[in-house]
């Protein structure tokens, strides 16, 4: 399917490079291939990461293969949090601080 559009988009590329002065079409077929090529990295990406997480299910991922796939889904998670949903997570982990230093 990425290959069609890839010959779709190759194709008004060249016609619009043939038909825009100074050799701006070239920049512009450079910038639909840079797209092109970011958005199947990015599509790549999401199916490894759907790959991974089907492993991890049904347990076919060895030990320190997992717990490194745990820590780097739980990173993934982090970062797509909101500023509101980091602070409270801060303050829950202030208190377990406090709970914990007060105990020792």
Request: glycine content about 8%; aromatic content about 6%.
């Amino acid at each position: 399917m990425n290959a069609i559009y890839l010959i779709g988009l190759a194709l008004i590329g060249i016609l619009i490079a043939a038909f825009t002065p100074w050799g701006l079409g070239l920049f512009i077929v450079l910038g639909v291939i840079f797209a092109v090529t970011i958005a199947n990295y990015r599509r790549t990406r999401e199916l490894h990461a759907g790959m991974e997480e089907i492993r991890r299910h049904l347990g076919l991922m060895e030990q320190d293969e997992a717990r490194s796939y745990d820590l780097e889904r739980e990173v993934r998670r982090a970062d797509g949090l909101d500023e509101q949903e980091r602070a409270q997570i801060d303050r829950l982990t202030e208190e377990e601080l406090q709970r914990d230093a007060g105990t020792k």
